[in-house]
């Protein structure tokens, strides 16, 4: 998915650094660079040792489908490099546009990297760029895309392309979740006594929850909207609709955020520098 891993990968690094919002600030307070902590080791281990890797396979293996049906495996040495790269550094730039915003302790900012992050991949995964995004990912070769019906993407549950997502699901996702689990944990543990009570696998839960409510509802949402009231009316309708569930002050992401991100409100003194200072 071609298309679709410039933004997952934006979103992962920017993920990986709201993880750890109070880590960032302690070093901040500290004189230490973001990029000097553990946090920013795991993202870069995280994209070079599992998110590359499962992206050129999938790119070699499944070609057509992995560019959403427009080319073949006879692409060009320099596009392939160019896509593995950029699996790497738009995770990067998501950590380090994130963290900037730490430091400058504006964490709901931050906060909406990760889920922008995910919110474009879905909507192209589920819109694209002609409305038939998830035609064109429920089907394993071109002609499926041609014939496409609801069995298709039916069948499709059981070919090839899908089996292989499975497996990597079954050890990319864990992996991810986990380690941001433990680093929300590890960032409670500043200045509160009571972190060790806090459950992981319940953490883990609620970042994939979030990310169901906050970006793939969203982004189904959106394309409706754009596919029956146009690109214009139906960006407008979308925006106010996401900004009165999701995005005001009392919005559904605007609780997450303080109460899993930040285990406090979520506003600018959220850490105070005395506390963080002595994490």
Known sequence: MVQVDVFWSYGIGAGIAVANARQLDAAHVAGRSAYEQTSFRDAALFLGTLFVPSGAYLIWRFTSWETMHVSTRDLPGWLMAGFTMTNFTQGIL??????????????????????????????????????????????????????????????????????????????????????????????????????????????????????????????ILASVAVR??????????????AYLLLLRRDGILHRHCRRVMLGEECVADAIPADTAARA
């Open 94 to 219: 998501g950590f380090a546009v994130a963290a900037t915003l730490l430091r400058r302790r504006k964490q709901f900012a931050a906060y909406l990297q990760w889920i922008l992050g995910y919110f474009g991949m879905f909507f192209i995964l589920v819109h694209g760029w002609d409305g038939t995004g998830y035609m064109r990912f429920f089907s394993s070769t071109p002609a499926d895309l041609a014939g496409w019906t609801w069995a298709t993407a039916a069948r499709w549950l059981t070919e090839d392309v899908a089996v292989s997502l499975y497996v990597m699901g079954s050890i990319i996702g864990p992996v991810l979740f986990g380690l941001m689990a433990r680093d929300l944990k590890r960032g409670y543990a500043v200045g509160r006594a009571d972190a060790t009570e806090v459950n992981r696998l319940q953490l883990a839960l609620s970042l994939v929850t979030v990310l169901l409510i906050g970006a793939l509802a969203p982004a």
């Open 228 to 241: 029956y009231l146009g690109p214009l009316l139906g960006s407008l309708a979308f925006a106010g609709g």
